[in-house]
């Protein structure tokens, strides 16, 4: 989708564009769209005055609008009370290095499956690590993937990578007892090391390179007390593993009582 995404999996569904806005709206106020935004609601989908649409407010709330004026500029007015986007499990997931096309997967699955944050990490078998100005655009487009996921999901918040680190950086910083590192060779499936912790619970992801984690790097995590498991026989791409982890921690896990 584009800037503004469509809810509805049917082409014949009706479709709430949603929209993100840099200040909370006020119900006495209108409301009014950036540039591209307006351009988007205007000439790609062509939306006009009295139409339903929505927008994500910086606290994450998620205002229903109808459109006063097409614009440029567009301009909104608030139709209702606010609401809260879907409240995803707290899983933060760090990864390995991989191709841009790629990370930006792991950016647009995360956002839909609502995880708490997303890093990449530098580990030891990683290949053409980018210098900072490089990282700092594929980054930026891997925040811009995943905004328009959580706007076609419904998610009133969503994750963005910041600087990329080292692998010791996030083992440091990982709580051992909530962190859990993907390694083929381990005995315990993910399913069964995550099964026992509740929806609510917080849980670090740390999937490797396409390589895998080297001998160090799983060591220097077990010695921290983190939880090693596999995905089942087989070497995964980094995408497929995280993307399956993902789906495994935020929607696999059982509801709090």
């Known amino acids: 989708m584009g800037i503004g995404e469509a809810s509805g999996m049917s082409s014949t569904a009706a479709h709430t564009f949603r929209y993100v806005v840099p200040v909370e709206p006020d119900a006495g106020a209108p409301v009014v769209l950036a540039d591209a935004d307006a351009h988007h609601l205007a000439r790609v989908v062509r939306r006009r005055a009295g139409d339903a649409v929505e927008v994500i407010a910086p606290s994450g709330m998620i205002w229903p609008c109808v459109v006063d004026d097409p614009g440029p500029p567009a301009v909104l007015r608030v139709a209702g009370a606010p609401r809260r986007g879907p409240v995803g499990a707290p899983v933060d997931v760090w990864v390995g290095l991989c191709e841009a096309g790629r990370l930006d997967l792991i950016a647009e699955k995360a956002a839909e499956m609502g995880a708490r944050s997303l890093g990449v990490m530098a580990t030891d078998r990683a290949r053409r690590v980018p210098d900072a100005h490089a990282w700092q655009t594929r980054s930026a487009r891997m925040a811009r993937v995943a905004e328009a996921a959580a706007r076609q999901s419904g998610h009133g918040r969503w994750p963005a990578p910041g600087p990329l680190v080292p692998f010791d950086h996030v083992l440091n910083q990982t709580v051992p ?30 999937v490797g390179p396409d390589t895998g984690f080297s001998d ?42």
């Open 177 to 206: 007892e909530q962190g859990v590192i993907l390694d083929p060779r381990a005995t315990a499936p993910l399913a069964q090391v995550l099964g026992p912790r509740p929806h609510d619970v917080p849980v670090a992801l740390l």
């Open 216 to 257: 160090d790097e799983l060591s220097a995590a077990a010695t921290r007390g983190i939880a090693a498991a596999s995905l089942g026989d087989g070497m995964l791409r980094t995408e497929t593993a995280a993307i399956a982890a993902l789906a495994l921690a935020t929607l696999g896990r059982p509801e709090p009582a």
